[in-house]
Each structure stands twice: as structure tokens, then as C-alpha cells.
């Protein structure tokens, strides 16, 4: 039977700090480890392993789908035979953080943390990937923009005629996960493009460092922190990504400056879009924002970013996906009994097949829209925290105690924006 047309599964390999094989032929070996599989699950990983050198070399192998989106129970079962596979070998860098440090300007000399800067793949962000739900093929759609950009960029495709800024702009609530997505998206195009980048390099821009005390200062920080980043763009062998969080405050609206506020700020403005165009005709880097107020950003910003993807708080169906994995890490820790709960959807709530516990659920999930998923994740926990002194919880109690806990969450939140309301 001919192979199935155009499906490729991306097989990402998680080789150990030890290891010394070469990727050659530690591929070769992983490839006799499929043969022996003859048919692999996607959106599943593999830690165990039948080949010896595979097992001395590698601690895990993920098998994801070509557009990388969101596989927690859609997965699909394939056979071996029947697919392509792309490899990424790859290591993880663990030094962690590291500061960057830049002169405030002025006579005193003074020196504050300007940005946080990480090697890629960075086990700081080993699995956050996979952590982040959302629908629509966000993450996806992330991917194919950023090797776009490199297929133009081969091509040799002429950016004065087809335009493209290399900036991306997240927005959307606090708590929907934009800054972690950032994170995880650098992560991963390190990964991806390990076959021509050696490593990749993320700087975390510390947003309020870049405005100084002193008159006039700030426009020279943004310039500053910019050559900074120019030297690590030099080295073509590694794939640099920007991340400028809460972008509005480096981006603030210059026709909403009141004659009041300091001309620093427009100063600030006007380095960012200088420094940005810059950028731009350098193959090896990629900026990511964020922001939680577009309303305030300035419109020449807006206009250079590429992609511009609200990410809103999460729908019934991406929240039974959140609470499925933190349950199944629970059942995994051996933290709650272990019972069956499968995928469900709107539609099938009716359907008398699907088991009770996934039903009480995807209610659950009903009655938890409007939460952020930033504390989506922290629901496990505090229902949790109710259970510390027995023994594990079953399934049945887990969750009717997680429903109290979703509700108490809601009734605090409605009551701190009420309090806000009044104060304000």
C-alpha cells in the first residue's frame, strides 16, 4: 500500500546529556526502533525503549502531527509503514536563565537588569509546549508562519516586492497564557530548525528597564538594548528570537501623547520602530510581543506585525483539555484513584456510552468558562489541597469537590472586580 499522502509525523528526539553518538547514526538506530513499533500513536511519547543504543542515548521520543496542534485525545494511531518521518535531534541546555545587565545612562553608572536571555532548547521550557491548549490551530499556524519565513527567505523572494517584518503580536486578556506561548514557540523552532541553526538564543526584554530617570536617556536604552541583540543576530549559526512583553509600554499610541507627557516616551517609540525595520533584513531572528491593550498601541507597531493572533480565554472543549492532563498527571503521581474518563464534546453529552465521570467533567468544564487558564491549572490543585490530610481521592469525589472549588474561584473573582469597581 502506497503511503499516506502528504502526512508527515514529526518525530522530535530527546537525546541525554551523555550521550556522544553522532545524530547520524543515533538516527539510524531510532529508525530500526520504529520498525520494531510498526505503528505509533501521535501526540504520544515513547521513554522506554527495544534498542540498547536508543535506550543509552535518548530519554524520550515525540511523535507529533505536521502542524504540531493540540493532540490530548485527538490523537491517531498510524502504522509505521504507511507515514514519513522527520527527525529533530536535539539536547537540552541546562544553565537556565541568565541576566543581561545595561548601564541606566547617566553620571552615577548604574546598571539594572535589561532582559532575560536563554540557550535553546532550554529545559526551563522542556514540555510547555504541550502544556498550552487552544483551538484553531493556534500553535499550528505559529509554525508554518516561522518556516514561511524561512522558505522566503531561501528562496531568495525579494522583500521589497512580498513584505514580511518578522514580528508576531499576541494579544488578548491577562492570564491566556500569550507570554508562555512566546516562550514556548522559541522553544520549539530550535528545535525544528536544529538542521540549520546549532542553537537557538531567546531574549526576554525587560520592558520598564529601557525608561530612565534621567531626560532623554531612554531613546538611547532601547538603542542600546537593540545592539545588544544585533551582536547575538551575527552569529548565523544561531536562531535568535526577541520576546517584548506588555509591548504597549515601548509602543505607546504618539497621536495619544497629551502635551503634558515627557517627549522621552515618543523618543522610545520611535527607537523600537527604528531598531525593528532594522531587523528586519536579517534572516535569523524573530520578535514576539504581547500585549493586553492594543487599544494603546501605536499604529505604525501594528502595521509592521506580520501576524496579529488574539488569544482569548479558553472555550468548554480547550478547558476539558486542560483539566484532562492535570487529571491524568494526578492519576499518573498516583495522587487519585484511577477511572476511566475519555474525550467528550458538546454533542455528545447525550450519548449514553460516555461514562459519568466524563460528563460531570465537561460540566465542570461549562461552569468554568471565564477563568483564565493561567488558573485553570491552579483548579487541580486547590481542590486537592482539600483532600491533603486523608487518603487519595476517588475520581467521583475528586470531582465534585473540583466543581465547589470552580465555583468559590468564580464568586472571589466576581467579588475582587465589584472591589475594583468601587475603589476605582
Not at 61 to 81: H, P, Q, R
Not at 294 to 309: H, M, N, P, S
Request: proline content about 2%; glycine content about 6%; hydrophobic content about 35%.
Amino acid at each position: 500500500m502506497d503511503k499516506m499522502i502528504d502526512f508527515v509525523v514529526q518525530v522530535e528526539v530527546l537525546r541525554n546529556l551523555e550521550s556522544t553518538i553522532s545524530s547520524k547514526e543515533l538516527k539510524l538506530h531510532i529508525e530500526q526502533e520504529m520498525n520494531h513499533l510498526g505503528k505509533i500513536e501521535i501526540g504520544s511519547n515513547l521513554t522506554k525503549f527495544h534498542n540498547q543504543i536508543v535506550s543509552d542515548n535518548v530519554d524520550m521520543i515525540l511523535f507529533c502531527g505536521k502542524d504540531s496542534s493540540e493532540t490530548i485525545n485527538e490523537s491517531m494511531v498510524v502504522l509505521v509503514k504507511d507515514v514519513t518521518f522527520r527527525y529533530y535531534i536535539y539536547r537540552l541546555n541546562t544553565e537556565g536563565l541568565q541576566v543581561e545587565l545595561m548601564d541606566e545612562g547617566g553620571k552615577e553608572g548604574e546598571e539594572q537588569a535589561a532582559a532575560n536571555h536563554w540557550i535553546l532548547p532550554s529545559s526551563d521550557f522542556h514540555g510547555l509546549w504541550d502544556s498550552l491548549i487552544y483551538e484553531d490551530g493556534i500553535k499550528g499556524n505559529l509554525l508554518k508562519y516561522a518556516e514561511t519565513i524561512m522558505m522566503f527567505s531561501d528562496r531568495g523572494v525579494d522583500p521589497n516586492i512580498i513584505s514580511w517584518n518578522r514580528v508576531v503580536l499576541l494579544h488578548g486578556p491577562p492570564g491566556t497564557g500569550k507570554t508562555s506561548l512566546c516562550k514556548a514557540l522559541a522553544h520549539k523552532l530550535a528545535i525544528r530548525m536544529g538542521h540549520r541553526y546549532t542553537h537557538g538564543q531567546l531574549v526576554e526584554i525587560n520592558s520598564h528597564s529601557l525608561f530612565s530617570k534621567y531626560f532623554s536617556e531612554s531613546g538611547k536604552l532601547v538603542v542600546k538594548m537593540f545592539t545588544k541583540i544585533q551582536e547575538l543576530i551575527e552569529d548565523k549559526s544561531s536562531l535568535v528570537c526577541v520576546l517584548i512583553d506588555e509591548v504597549e509600554s515601548l509602543t505607546h499610541a504618539r497621536d495619544k501623547c497629551s502635551g503634558s507627557e515627557p517627549s522621552d516616551a515618543i523618543r522610545v517609540v520611535n527607537s523600537v520602530l527604528t531598531q525593528i525595520d532594522h531587523l528586519r533584513k536579517y534572516e535569523n531572528v524573530l520578535i514576539l510581543t504581547t500585549s493586553n491593550i492594543t487599544g494603546t498601541i501605536d499604529v505604525a507597531f501594528l502595521d509592521r506585525a506580520d501576524i496579529k493572533q488574539y488569544i482569548g480565554l479558553p472555550s468548554p472543549t480547550a478547558i476539558y483539555k486542560i483539566y484532562y492532563s492535570c487529571i491524568q498527571e494526578l492519576i499518573r503521581t498516583n495522587m487519585i484513584e484511577a477511572a476511566l474518563l475519555v474525550y467528550i464534546n458538546m454533542n455528545q453529552l447525550g450519548d449514553n456510552s460516555i461514562n459519568e465521570n466524563s460528563k460531570k467533567l465537561f460540566n465542570i468544564c461549562r461552569e468554568s468558562e471565564g477563568i483564565s487558564g493561567r488558573m485553570l491549572r491552579k483548579i487541580p490543585f486547590l481542590t486537592y489541597s482539600n483532600f491533603i490530610s486523608g487518603k487519595s481521592p476517588s475520581m467521583t469525589n475528586f470531582l465534585e469537590e473540583m466543581e465547589k472549588t470552580v465555583l468559590k474561584c468564580k464568586r472571589e473573582k466576581e467579588k475582587a472586580m465589584t472591589e475594583s469597581k468601587i475603589t476605582s
